[in-house]
């Protein structure tokens, strides 16, 4: 009886991590990186005001700001939100983005 229990048991351990690849999966797939060029950045505290304003877009994970470059790169969830919602929200705090390149 404790042979059939303990192979249960093994048996059962050895699925969950089967099912747990495939939900992780899903998740970095719908990441997506976007660098915006950033206007009217011109002092020490416009890039936190944009970094902000990016970050408080739904579905956005990461903001990173280069101020010499007037850049911001960011990292959000395409199934949560888009580059134009991201950029209207650094428009809406008086910064105008739009997608570099």
């Known amino acids: 009886m404790k042979k059939i229990l303990a192979l249960v048991?093994?048996?059962l351990t050895a699925v969950a991590p089967i099912t747990a690849v495939p939900a992780a999966a899903q998740a970095v797939a719908a990441e997506q990186t976007v660098t915006f060029a950033v206007d009217n950045m011109t002092c020490a505290?416009?890039?936190i005001t944009v970094k902000r304003a990016m970050e408080g877009v739904a579905?956005?994970?990461a903001v990173e700001i280069?101020?010499?470059a007037r850049t911001a790169t960011v990292f959000f969830d395409t199934a949560a939100t888009s580059p134009d919602a991201i950029a209207a929200?650094?428009?809406n705090a008086g910064y105008p983005a739009r997608i570099a390149g």
Request: with cysteine; glycine share 14%; hydrophobic share 45%.
């Open 89 to 91: 929200a650094s428009a």
């Open 9 to 11: 048991l093994l048996g």
């Open 66 to 68: 280069d101020f010499e």
């Open 45 to 47: 505290l416009c890039p």
């Open 59 to 61: 579905g956005v994970r």
